[in-house]
Nanobody, 123 residues
Framework: QVQPVESGGGLVQAGGSLRLSCAAS????????MGWFRQAPGKEREFVAA???????FYADSVKGRFTISGDNAKNTVYLQMNSLKPEDTAVYYCAVSVARNIATTPYEYDFWGQGTQVTVSS
């Protein structure tokens, strides 16, 4: 009943920044998690960051200190600010929604997925 839509991907040089947005349309839930995942060619889908309805956050070790997740409950929107980008950050980034009590870090725990947005970091 929720459809996430990502935006903000693009091409950026190493060391640059991008901000991804995810707007989730549809009904709201009293308890939910919105998360970001990424998948590069030939690799598994990887957890990046997540935020709960009450603003608890969690990050993968690979992005701690560089990425920041935040949300706007009034707009049902979550953001991923990505700084100090590296070529290894290149991937398709997906926004997902989980109807869950706790932080979820695996794809199987998420119920609704966006179409993905390409992020390419050149060296």
């Amino acid at each position: 009943q929720v459809q996430p839509v990502e935006s903000g991907g693009g091409l950026v040089q190493a060391g640059g920044s991008l901000r991804l947005s995810c707007a989730a349309s549809g009904r709201t839930f009293s308890s939910y998690v919105m998360g970001w995942f990424r998948q590069a060619p030939g690799k598994e889908r990887e957890f990046v960051a997540a935020i709960t309805w009450n603003d608890r956050t969690f990050y993968a070790d690979s992005v701690k200190g560089r990425f920041t997740i935040s949300g706007d409950n009034a707009k049902n929107t979550v953001y991923l600010q990505m700084n100090s980008l590296k070529p290894e950050d290149t991937a398709v980034y997906y926004c997902a929604v989980s109807v869950a009590r706790n932080i979820a870090t695996t794809p199987y725990e998420y119920d609704f997925w966006g179409q993905g947005t390409q992020v390419t970091v050149s060296s």
